[in-house]
């Protein structure tokens, strides 16, 4: 049914947004923990591969909110009512996600190349 197609995608969209939050979670406590053992390389290598994956994760989301669109023309198509939504709310919850996608990333390789070490001192 194109109604739980269109369910699963709003699924994988969720999905690709837990791993993108896990994921950069990850990042930032790995480059805390083990950032004054690793040379600024290593760090340029660790903030490229993370934004690599972050951009990727983020196409990944717009491919499935595009997914969505179609699923949903194929429903009015096929004479069914539209799953009702609020335009607005929409548009609201877009602009949030994609301002943390584009802020979280920005904000993790700075953190990556920049960022503070853990103070060996107080343990």
Do not use: N
């Not at 994988?12 to 990042?27: C, G, I, K, Q």
């Not at 600024?40 to 969505?68: E, S």
């Amino acid at each position: 049914c194109i109604r739980d197609r269109i369910f699963d995608v709003y699924g994988d969209m969720y999905r690709v947004f837990e791993f993108w939050l896990t994921s950069t979670f990850a990042v930032l406590v790995a480059r805390f923990l083990a950032g004054d053992k690793l040379s600024k390389p290593m760090l340029w290598l660790l903030a490229t591969l993370y934004a690599g994956a972050a951009v990727r994760w983020a196409v990944l989301y717009i491919m499935l909110g595009d997914r969505t669109q179609v699923y949903r023309a194929r429903l009015v198509d096929s004479g069914f009512a539209d799953i009702p939504r609020e335009r607005g709310q929409i548009v609201t919850s877009e602009l949030v996600l994609y301002s943390l996608f584009f802020i979280g990333t920005i904000v993790t390789v700075h953190f990556c190349i920049r960022g503070p070490t853990a103070d060996r001192s107080r343990s």
